[in-house]
T-cell receptor, first 112, second 114 residues
Framework: DQQVKQNSPSLSVQEGRISILNCDYT??????FLWYKKYPAEGPTFLIS?????DKNEDGRFTVFLNKSAKHLSLHIVPSQPGDSAVYFC???????????FGKGTRLSVIA | KAGVTQTPRYLIKTRGQQVTLSCSPI?????VSWYQQTPGQGLQFLFE???????NKGNFPGRFSGRQFSNSRSEMNVSTLELGDSALYLC?????????????FGPGTRLTVL
């Protein structure tokens, strides 16, 4: 049973346009959500996070939106750059010392 | 500050053998988590160690085990290797908890089982 779902395995976007990566979750106990980016031959690196008490968090070109009622979050990248081409993982955790649960990832390709 | 290091980076084994992977966390981090990444499966949680104690365990068979030393370095062991164990094994460290804290990942160990 997948608790964190990224239904789009891949996404292609033109340079300068907006990239929107989506993530759905099923566990209503999740209260902390993170996005990680992974380049080939490297480990994932933390990108941005959001707590369930907020519905939006921004960091430069990256914004994460959380819709708790729909159990849905999205990552917006504006404007998209070729260097953003990577696999993006959505992750979630519940309160307490519970491990992160990751989605299967979405491969973003930003075309120049 | 040095990042998370994993050794070896690449490993080739045959079915039935066993393997030990090593992870050195960021200095000061007490939590070390291990993940398996296979194509199309994302990151599957294996286990987390905190102050030498296993705190969480994922849904993997007993062939997968781990331990953490007093200096927070961690090892994971896979016995009786199967072809399906071929994967990228990632280690991540955090200061407190694998769930509530940002995790810092190492580059991974690519294991190939022939």
């Amino acid at each position: 049973d997948q608790q964190v779902k990224q239904n789009s395995p891949s996404l292609s976007v033109q340079e300068g346009r907006i990239s929107i990566l989506n993530c759905d979750y099923t566990n209503s106990m999740f209260d902390y959500f993170l996005w990680y980016k992974k380049y080939p031959a490297e480990g994932p690196t933390f990108l941005i996070s959001i707590s369930s008490i907020k519905d939006k968090n921004e960091d430069g070109r990256f914004t994460v939106f959380l819709n708790k009622s729909a159990k849905h979050l999205s990552l917006h990248i504006v404007p998209s750059q070729p260097g953003d081409s990577a696999v993006y993982f959505c992750a979630a955790s519940a309160a307490g010392n519970t491990p992160l649960v990751f989605g299967k990832g979405t491969r973003l390709s930003v075309i120049a | 500050k040095a990042g998370v290091t994993q050794t070896p980076r690449y490993l080739i084994k045959t079915r039935g053998q066993q393997v030990t992977l090593s992870c050195s966390p960021i200095s000061g981090h007490r939590s070390v988590s291990w993940y398996q990444q296979t194509p199309g499966q994302g990151l599957q949680f294996l286990f987390e160690y905190f102050s030498e104690t296993q705190r969480n365990k994922g849904n993997f068979p007993g062939r997968f085990s781990g331990r953490q030393f007093s200096n927070s370095r961690s090892e994971m062991n896979v016995s009786t290797l199967e072809l399906g164990d071929s994967a990228l094994y990632l280690c991540a460290s955090s200061f407190l908890s694998s769930g509530g804290d940002e995790q810092f990942f190492g580059p991974g160990t690519r294991l190939t089982v022939l």
